[in-house]
C-alpha cells in the first residue's frame, strides 16, 4: 500500500477486490474498519472465493493508510484486463465483457455515469475509457475500457 501524489493509497487489484466484496455485504467504512481489524471477516461463497485475511494483514502493516483507503478511496496499482471486469462486478454489480483479440482487447460494459466516475478514480495508468450514449435498460452509457496503445 503506498500512497500517491494526488493523495489516494494505492492497493494492489486483488486487495482492491476484496475490499469492495466486503462493501458489497453492505458493511459501512466504521464497520469495515473495525471487522476487518478484528479479523472478524465472513466465508466467501462466491465464484471469486476470497480470503478476506489478507484484508486484515494489510490493515496491520499501516492502519492510517488502510482507513484512508477504506474512507477515502484509493487507486489500483495495476490493472488487468480480466481484473477491471471482476472490479466491475464486485463494485458495481454490472456484468461486463470482454474483447480479446490481440491489439483489440478491452472491456464493455453499460454504466451509469456516477458508476463511470467511480470506475475512472480507481482506474490505474495505462488505460484509456470511452464512453457513448446508451439509452437502453436504463444505463446512460456504453462504456469501453482499453489499454493505452503506443503508436
Known amino acids: 500500500m503506498t500512497d500517491d501524489n494526488a493523495g489516494k493509497v494505492k492497493l494492489s487489484q486483488s486487495d482492491a477486490l476484496l475490499l469492495e466484496s466486503l462493501r458489497g455485504l453492505g458493511w459501512t467504512d466504521e464497520e469495515l474498519l473495525t471487522r476487518v481489524k478484528a479479523g ?37 496499482k495495476y490493472n488487468t ?34 458508476e463511470i466516475e467511480r470506475l475512472e478514480s480507481v482506474l490505474s495508468i495505462g488505460w484509456h475509457l470511452t464512453k457513448a450514449a446508451a439509452e437502453e435498460d436504463g444505463y446512460e452509457f456504453y462504456v469501453k475500457i482499453e489499454p493505452v496503445r503506443q503508436e
Open 40 to 76: 472478524e471477516l465472513p466465508p466467501d461463497e462466491s465464484e471469486f472465493e476470497f480470503d478476506y485475511r489478507r484484508l486484515t494483514e494489510l490493515q496491520a502493516e499501516d492502519p492510517a493508510q488502510f482507513k484512508q483507503a477504506v474512507a477515502s478511496g484509493y487507486r489500483i
Open 81 to 114: 484486463i480480466r481484473g477491471i471486469r471482476s472490479w466491475i462486478k464486485v463494485a458495481l454489480g454490472k456484468e461486463a465483457m470482454l474483447e480479446l483479440a490481440e491489439g483489440k482487447e478491452a472491456v464493455e460494459a453499460r454504466l451509469a455515469d456516477e
